[in-house]
């Protein structure tokens, strides 16, 4: 029974002329890739970054590190930098009317829970982070990265990545609303 090559021998595969060696290293990494796009700008708008993406990872892939068997870090740096350029080359957004001055009597988040202020407290907190913390974090968290892949990911050492991860934990723990809504939290989970 023959075992699935690695990402990196596909790599070298597609080097040498075939054409579905890298189809291949796509088509398993696609749906991270795409989530991890999707979670930074939308899905419409990853769908279009996937791409550019795939082109940037085929046209670099002669300078893909071979030691490494996964590509998976790789290819999250590929996305992470096609980010980049992505927000470098935005225009500024055009204001939005004050949604304040609207009629009192309307009132379309009746229904709201209490997670939408869980998530604006995590939104305003990951938002204090700086970005290498930011990146770091969630690479971890949502992608579900080690540390060190996190940190190839975005180009900064194993050890450079772990203190980016430690200082994001430790701004999280100390940004604002965060005690009240991790209080919050574990008196949830106690009474259950």
Do not use: C
């Not at 993406?53 to 590509?71: H, N």
């Not at 949604?99 to 907190?125: E, N």
């Not at 930011?134 to 975005?154: C, F, N, P, Y």
């Not at 990545?161 to 008196?187: F, Q, V």
């Amino acid at each position: 029974m023959t075992s699935d090559p690695e990402d990196a021998e596909l790599i070298v595969r597609s080097l040498d002329g075939d054409a579905d060696a890298f189809v291949e290293v796509v088509r398993r990494h696609e749906a991270a890739v795409g989530a991890y796009l999707a979670r930074r700008v939308g899905r419409e708008r990853a769908e279009d970054l996937l791409g550019e993406v795939w082109v940037a990872a085929f046209s670099s892939r002669a300078k893909y590190d071979r030691s490494f068997p996964d590509a998976g870090p790789w290819l999250f740096g590929v996305a992470h930098n096609t980010l980049r350029r992505h927000w470098r080359s935005r225009r500024d957004e055009v204001p939005r009317a004050n949604v304040v001055d609207m009629a009192s009597a309307w009132d379309p988040w009746a229904a709201v829970d209490d997670r939408v202020d869980v998530d604006r407290v995590l939104r305003q907190a990951l938002a204090l982070l700086k970005p290498q913390q930011r990146e770091i974090l969630t690479l971890v968290a949502w992608e579900d990265l080690t540390v060190a892949d996190a940190g190839r990911a975005i180009g900064v050492s194993p050890g450079t990545a772990r203190r980016h991860l430690h200082e994001a934990r430790m701004a999280l723990r100390n940004a604002p609303g965060m005690l009240a809504l991790l209080t919050d939290h574990n008196t949830v989970k106690e009474a259950n």
